[in-house]
């Protein structure tokens, strides 16, 4: 069958990571606990490694993805309800009321409800409207639906998996909606698994026996009457399939082309994923079954897709529920993973070395994932790259609310053994800038004695400071004495400096995010300042910072734009291993530029 360009190009499932495998095997056998205490979570965390491609996978943007289609089938009385009730509980669904709304919404994970082909549109605009057709056709006399729909359903469910792919989604639980769909889960895999139906079919939402009778009957005739091999998977979905279950398997293998995991639901879920690896064989690595529902063909289908259960709770809800439960004991695994100590951390002994730990080839990209999307890292980078040491400012006072933001930034500030020394002193009274301001322009007058001739000229042009100017100046101190004995200050003895100056660099990058320029000046004497300001002797005042508003952040650095100096290229400031020596540096960088701007 011909699919549709879209499908076509769904890039390939790939193998998983064998060596991404091996080195999250290692690492749980690395870290303080007996080895492989954690059973079936450990196969998972190597697992999902392989899925991602990091040897220490991790999950920070879960999504829920829910299919809703109607089945012709359902008004052979198959099931305890009405056909209405699919388009009421993707209605409650999107109201936030269904059990699935409470497990997303306890867990603050999007769901997304899709109508691939409701006999009526949903009553609510939170449903998505991807309809192929209003409802299948009914298998038992007829064919659920025309190849080209068929396509089109896949199509649908691959194009809502990439949307929340490309919008940061790192793993898709599945689920499904459809009155009747139990039926055509049962028949698609008695045909799949070369099963009679009495072997696949169960009582879905609850029916007795001789409606139980009825509905293996039903699907007998469904199955006889398509007669298609399972070699041929696209005329067995158009058959005797649902628009929901192509949807599903469309966004299966969408999602496992890029490296995203799958954790699936119930039986239609796992019915979805068998006729999806007819087409692409490396899927069922891909996926996670939460449980195994009381549906025969569950387990059946669980068993050929080589997938074993995490959990057996009678669970027969459907809608993504089962999968949404056991959400939380999976990102609990991976924590486990990222967040316990190794035998080396704790300095006590590993008895599981062996001397087969050879080395192994580095993953074939990072080795974690980075908890930032792709536009706050550029956001971060710009932030960076836009950052200006800035001597003009308008008199206008600073939001406070901004104020104390941009200094919360400043005191988050990494620091060794968490000392902190700083103390930020907030200068916004006339006469105090006054007066700060006349100290750092006497210093600046006696610096220019330091150049001669033209440069020292084009010194004393130059305005390196704007106390009197900015509506607030920030001193930003260290306290030697403050924390005792701290790590790090043992050795290196400027490590509280270091530390204040880290201060320093975040307060400069969040005033530049908020729009609030800063101006570092250097001019001055730390006694004059002591003075003015009544700093005790033992407190160095590191920095006096102007903030204020600025009419325009220059393209370039003061010190650039006046061709005082240029920057160093990047590779000529860069060795490898030992001083001296060169290394090669890629040529790209985030920005497309050398470094930050000071």
């Not at 809502?160 to 055509?184: C, H, K, P, R, S």
């Not at 100590?341 to 002994?349: H, K, L, S, Y």
Request: hydrophobic residues 45%.
């Amino acid at each position: 069958m011909e699919t549709s360009n879209f499908v076509a190009q769904l890039p390939p499932v790939p193998p998983l990571d064998l060596v991404s495998q091996e080195r999250a095997r290692r690492r749980l056998a690395d870290l303080i606990k007996p080895l492989g205490s954690l059973g079936r979570l450990e196969q998972l965390v190597v697992q999902l490694a392989g899925i991602v491609g990091r040897p220490v996978p991790s999950v920070a943007r879960p999504a829920a993805l829910l299919f809703a289609g109607d089945h012709g089938v359902s008004r052979q009385r198959v099931s305890r309800y009405d056909p209405d009730v699919t388009e009421e509980m993707a209605t409650a669904i999107a109201m936030g009321g269904a059990v699935s709304s409470v497990l997303a919404r306890s867990q603050s994970l999007p769901l997304q409800v899709v109508d691939v082909g409701l006999f009526h549109r949903a009553r609510h605009p939170g449903v998505v409207r991807a309809g192929v057709r209003a409802g299948t056709g009914d298998i038992r006399t007829e064919a659920a639906m025309q190849p080209t729909e068929a396509v089109a359903a896949v199509e649908a469910g691959a194009r809502a998996a990439v949307a929340l792919v490309e919008g940061g989604a790192d793993l898709l639980v599945l689920g499904e909606m459809g009155i009747g769909n139990t039926t055509a889960t049962a028949a698609l895999a008695a045909a799949l698994l070369g099963l009679p139906a009495e072997r696949t079919v169960g009582p879905g939402t609850g029916i007795d026996a001789e409606a139980l009778a009825h509905k293996a009957r039903v699907v007998a005739e469904a199955i006889k009457r398509q007669a298609a091999s399972p070699q041929d998977p696209w005329t067995v979905l158009t058959n005797i399939g649902g628009l929901e279950i192509a949807a599903l398997a469309g966004a299966m293998l969408a999602a496992a082309g890029r490296r995203v995991p799958i954790v699936l639901d119930g039986v239609t879920t796992a019915v979805a994923a068998l006729w999806a690896s007819q087409l692409a064989p490396a899927l069922p690595g891909y996926l996670v079954a939460s449980h195994c529902s009381p549906e025969p063909a569950h387990a059946l289908t669980l068993a050929r897709l080589g997938l074993e259960p995490l959990v057996d709770w009678q669970l027969r809800l459907g809608e993504g529920s089962g999968a949404l439960m056991l959400l939380p004991i999976i990102r609990q695994a991976l924590a486990v993973m990222q967040e316990t100590a190794t035998f080396a951390d704790a300095r006590v002994t590993n008895p599981h070395l062996t001397a087969s730990d050879d080395p192994l080839p580095a993953p074939a990209g990072a080795p974690v994932a980075s908890d930032f999307t792709a536009a706050e890292r550029a956001a971060v980078y710009r932030a960076i790259h836009v950052r200006r040491d800035i001597r003009s400012f308008l008199p206008d006072p600073v939001d406070p609310a901004a104020v104390r933001r941009i200094l919360a930034a400043a005191h988050e500030g990494p620091s060794v053994g968490l000392m902190q020394p700083w103390n930020f002193i907030l200068v916004d009274d006339w006469p105090t800038r006054q007066a700060l301001a006349a100290l750092a322009e006497a210093e600046r007058l006696r610096a220019a004695d330091n150049y001669e001739g033209m440069r020292r000229d084009q010194y004393l042009r130059l305005k390196v400071e704007g106390l009197a100017d900015a509506p607030c100046t920030v001193v930003v101190t260290n306290d030697a004495t403050r924390g005792g004995t701290v790590l790090g200050r043992n050795t290196i003895l400027e490590t509280d400096l270091l530390s204040t100056a880290c201060a320093i660099e975040n307060l400069w990058l969040a005033a530049r995010a908020e729009g609030v320029g800063v101006g570092w000046v250097s001019f001055y004497q730390k006694a004059d300042v002591r003075q003015v300001l009544g700093i005790p002797d033992a407190v160095d005042p590191v920095a006096l910072l102007c903030l204020g508003y600025t009419a325009h952040f220059p393209d370039q650095p003061l010190l650039e734009r006046v061709a005082w100096a240029r920057r160093r290229p990047l590779d000529a400031t860069v060795y490898h291993n030992s001083w001296g020596r060169a290394w090669a540096l890629p040529t790209e960088v985030p920005s497309g530029k050398d470094g930050p701007d000071a």
